[in-house]
C-alpha cells in the first residue's frame, strides 16, 4: 500500500464518517507500490449507507473531492454492486485491500 494513505488512515476514516460509507477498499496498482507517484491515481472501492438520492450524490462527490485533495493526486471511486464485467468483478475483490468499515 503507498505510504501516503498508510500515513493518513485515520484522516481517511475521519473522511468516511463525514461522508456517510460503509465500507471502503483501496484496489489496483496502489495495493502493491510504494508510492503515489509510482501508480499516478488512487483506486478505491466504496459502499456507503443507505440515503436518498441528494444526499447520497453529496456524499459521493464529497467524498470523491476530499480524497483527491488530500492526497493530490486523481481519484477513482468505483462502487461494487454496478460493476458488470466478472473478471473486473472477480480481480477488484481478490486484490481490495479493507480501510474502513467492515470486510
Given amino acids: 500500500m503507498v505510504h501516503e494513505l498508510e500515513e493518513r488512515m485515520a484522516d481517511v476514516a475521519t473522511l468516511c464518517r463525514r461522508y ?10 496502489a495495493t502493491s507500490a510504494a508510492s503515489i507517484a509510482e501508480v499516478g491515481d488512487l483506486d478505491f472501492l466504496v459502499r456507503f449507507n443507505d440515503a436518498p438520492p441528494a444526499k447520497y450524490a453529496w ?18 471511486l468505483v462502487e461494487r454492486d454496478p460493476i458488470r464485467n466478472p473478471y473486473f468483478r472477480t480481480s477488484v475483490d ?3 485491500e479493507r480501510l474502513y468499515g467492515v470486510s
Wanted: glycine share 6%; charged share 30%; net charge negative.
Fill in 20 to 29: 456517510e460509507v460503509a465500507e471502503l477498499h483501496l484496489f489496483g496498482s
Fill in 59 to 76: 456524499n459521493y462527490f464529497g467524498l470523491a473531492e476530499s480524497l483527491s485533495a488530500m492526497f493530490d493526486c486523481r481519484i477513482d
Fill in 94 to 96: 481478490e486484490k481490495k
